[in-house]
């Protein structure tokens, strides 16, 4: 049996494995993902957030409320599809992001399969080999590395596979912009939030804890945890946090070293239990000057292109703007 305080998450989350294929990007390739409105994929760091103080967040958050709570200090986070934007730097777009069901084939689909662990499959090692060939038009270029990043990025799945049921809004480089990708991702982290908890629990019940593999931008859930914290100088002298937007542009792995050893809880001996430090007034955190409209804009489920679509999530995405503690 492992260790009660033995943290269970493992995250397929890999930033780093994106900002290795923008380095070795040609500058016309950038140019061209710069003109589509996606700068901010080109200038994302390497960073990870650690599993301890990720699960310790996640295991505190209602995934139907989209809201963290930590009961002993009575602190809280309603995470809005605004605070997504902002770490993120997506955006603005509005429209419903289309899915293509699992069983509709496409030219698209076809074109990233291979051969591949006794099936045809779309490993993302193969995507990436055809961003580096450097023989795509750039329309097929942009959709490629589009799925790279969803893939390791913004939706990654539990697999190393491409999320290929995002090719229905990928059709044309100029259109996806325009597609709510704020709000998909939102409700894409709480969904996996959810199974994570159910996972957990029923791991717990049969007293057998073993690791738990999640897909999901689930780092975003730290980086805004992280900006709510406030720190006295006397630490704030020792490391200086960027909280410049978008935030994953900025954040850094010594960000969150700094916060877990500063977040620490004294009150138990569990290696992975933080929630020491107070929240700072939320108009002190990068995300207060929140756009009124998006508290005001009914959820929009992805559209999904399938004759017969999978069961839609109970997982609503948060539309308050205001956060609480």
């Not at 900002?19 to 760091?45: E, F, P, Y």
């Not at 490391?239 to 138990?268: C, E, G, N, Q």
Request: with cysteine.
């Amino acid at each position: 049996m492992k260790p009660a305080d033995e943290c269970l998450l493992k995250s397929r989350f890999a930033a780093g494995r994106l900002n290795d294929v923008v380095l070795g990007m040609a500058k016309d390739r950038k140019d061209h993902i710069r003109l589509q409105g996606w700068v901010n994929l080109l200038q994302i760091g390497s960073f990870s957030a650690p599993e301890g103080l990720l699960e310790w967040i996640i295991d505190r958050i209602n995934p139907e409320l989209g809201e963290f709570r930590n009961q002993r200090n009575n602190t809280s986070i309603l995470f809005t599809k605004d605070m997504f934007v902002k770490v993120l730097g997506l955006p603005p777009g509005n429209r419903p992001v289309v899915l293509t069901g699992k069983h509709q084939e496409s030219a698209h689909r076809e074109f990233y399969k291979i051969e591949y662990n006794h099936g045809r499959r779309a490993p993302i090692h193969h995507a990436i080999d055809l961003l580096d060939n450097g023989k795509l038009d750039e329309e097929t270029y942009f959709r490629t590395f589009f799925e790279v990043a969803l893939g390791t990025y913004l939706c990654p799945g539990t697999g190393n596979m491409l999320p290929l049921e995002y090719l229905g809004s990928l059709d044309d480089s100029s259109q996806v912009k325009d597609y709510d990708w704020g709000a998909h991702i939102l409700q894409n982290v709480m969904s996996e939030v959810d199974a994570f908890q159910k996972k957990k629990a029923n791991n717990m019940l049969q007293n057998e804890p073993k690791k738990i593999w999640v897909g999901s931008c689930l780092p975003v859930l730290a980086i805004i945890y992280m900006d709510h914290l406030d720190f006295p100088e006397s630490c704030l002298s020792a490391h200086h946090i960027d909280y410049s937007l978008p935030r994953a542009s900025h954040v850094s792995d010594a960000d969150f070293k700094f916060v877990m050893k500063h977040d620490k809880s004294r009150l138990t001996l569990n290696a992975h239990s933080y929630g020491a430090r107070p929240f700072r007034p939320f108009h002190m955190t990068p995300y207060a000057n929140q756009h009124a409209p998006f508290g005001h804009q009914p959820h929009q489920p992805p559209l999904v292109n399938d004759p017969e679509p999978p069961e839609p999530s109970n997982i609503p995405v948060p539309n308050v703007s205001t956060v609480q503690g």
